[in-house]
């Protein structure tokens, strides 16, 4: 049976840091690309960030960029995403997911195989 936990969201004030990780269980982690999306209250769920399989390509959501960096550790089959400057804009609910897509196909949800149950980040201003 295939996991994906998430952990690390809480309350932060404006221009904090938080860290979330993935957990990945009962899949080849490393043959997966990975992804994280967020999804805000009565918005839809949107893309952040991903990382390929070997950590060579890392892309990000233009409103992330240079804020928010992704990484992976197929050793330990976690995903990290350090998130900085946080802003209230970036409240949602963040998720990973893992799936084998072209890189093209990465900002679209429904690419992904497996998901998270997401962890509540929430910015206040």
């Known amino acids: 049976q295939v996991q994906l936990v998430e952990s690390g969201g809480r309350l932060v004030q404006a221009g904090g840091s938080l860290r979330l990780s993935c957990a990945a269980s009962?899949?080849?982690?490393?043959?997966?690309?990975m992804g994280w999306f967020r999804q805000a209250p009565g918005k839809e769920r949107e893309f952040v960030a991903y990382m390929d399989k070997s950590s060579d390509s890392p892309y990000y959501a233009d409103s992330v960029k240079g804020r928010f960096t992704i990484s992976r550790d197929n050793a330990k089959n976690t995903l990290d995403l350090q998130m900085n400057r946080l802003k209230p804009e970036d409240t949602a609910v963040y998720s990973c997911?893992?799936?084998?897509?072209?890189?093209?196909?990465?900002?679209?949800?429904?690419?992904?195989?497996?998901w998270g149950q997401g962890t509540q980040v929430t910015v206040s201003s």
């Open positions: 009962g899949l080849t982690f490393g043959s997966r690309v």
């Open positions: 997911a893992a799936g084998r897509l072209h890189y093209r196909a990465m900002y679209y949800a429904e690419s992904y195989e497996y």
